[in-house]
């Protein structure tokens, strides 16, 4: 009888624990096959000063607006004071991008800008994707 008893129990175990992992198994695979949901911020644009000069090796930040779990992009002018980042963001992306400007001399003062979604261009759509491209030019004063 404990013998039976045991057989039992160890077959009720034994198909839990088979339904557990082929269950997490199952999700693991759907995620890993296909994915998350996901947008591509295409952002560019150009940093002058108040006389219209392109400024080079300005840092600029690129990322969602009011979001605690994004993780910022940080690029930097070339030479015609020109930056581009493709940003992407998995799952929801936001309506609002925040682009910010900071000067790596120290002689122009930081700028900032929102840019909505009303204000995005959308390059690409499908079912699982969208890209979106924005332009946002700057003109830093000194400080």
Not at 116 to 130: A, I, N, P, Q
Request: glycine share 6%; with cysteine.
């Amino acid at each position: 009888m404990k013998l039976k008893d045991f057989r039992q129990k160890y077959n009720n175990l034994l198909q839990r624990f088979i339904r557990l992992f082929s269950l997490s198994s199952v999700a693991f695979v759907m995620t890993a096959c296909y994915g998350c949901p996901y947008a591509e911020y295409d952002v560019e644009g150009y940093v002058y000063d108040a006389n219209g000069n392109t400024l080079e090796n300005m840092q600029v930040v690129v990322r969602a607006y009011g979001s605690s779990w994004d993780y910022p992009d940080t690029v930097y002018t070339n030479a015609d004071g020109h930056y581009r980042t493709i940003h992407r963001l998995t799952s929801t992306g936001g309506d609002c991008m925040e682009v910010i400007v900071h000067d790596t001399t120290g002689v122009y003062v930081s700028d900032s800008t929102h840019i909505s979604s009303g204000k995005m261009k959308v390059k690409d759509k499908d079912s699982w994707s969208t890209s979106y491209s924005m332009r946002s030019d700057f003109r830093l004063k000194r400080k």
